[in-house]
């Protein structure tokens, strides 16, 4: 079973569906595609904060270890190191992307795969529509504060309670 991240990007409209249409899944875990293909991995998201980051800390160290007389296969390994870090956290890049730019997470929902995830979501969000719906043409309640107020410091429902 895979856990996605659900994203709603800010409102335009109040339309529900052109709503649902723009919602994103983020699948969580290892991103291969982005462990073999760092940068262009981030480009194709659109990732351009995180790129420029990645290239300046990709730079810093290299220029470090070349600084501090490492070799080549310990530069090697270093950039191996990079590129897995990139891989695991691939997910949390995007959602702190999307955080940035506004967009709303909706919340968590678990699949086999995207498909059956995008429908057990959209099954619990269009019962949430119905329900706010309902809600929204059923009679206001109005709720007034009791008569009496005590100050009641501790644990017992009114002053003097017995223990």
Do not use: C
Not at 108 to 131: N, P, T, Y
């Amino acid at each position: 079973m895979a856990v996605y991240t659900v994203f709603e990007p800010p409102a335009r409209t109040g339309n529900a569906a052109e709503r649902a249409e723009r919602i994103v899944f983020i699948r969580d875990g290892f991103s291969w595609s982005a462990f073999l293909f760092g940068p262009v991995w981030l480009l194709w998201r659109r990732l351009w904060l995180v790129l420029v980051l990645y290239a300046a800390l990709t730079t810093l160290v290299y220029v470090g270890l070349r600084y501090a007389g490492v070799g080549a296969v310990g530069q090697g390994l270093v950039g191996f190191l990079i590129a897995l870090l990139v891989g695991v956290e691939a997910a949390t890049l995007r959602r702190f992307t999307l955080a940035r730019k506004g967009w709303r997470e909706l919340g968590i929902v678990i699949g086999d795969d995207l498909e059956s995830a995008e429908r057990r979501f959209f099954d619990a969000w269009v019962a949430g529509q119905a329900e706010r719906t309902l809600q929204a043409s059923a009679p206001a309640t109005v709720l007034r504060p009791p008569a009496h107020r005590a100050d009641v410091i501790g644990l017992f429902p009114e002053p003097g309670g017995g223990r």
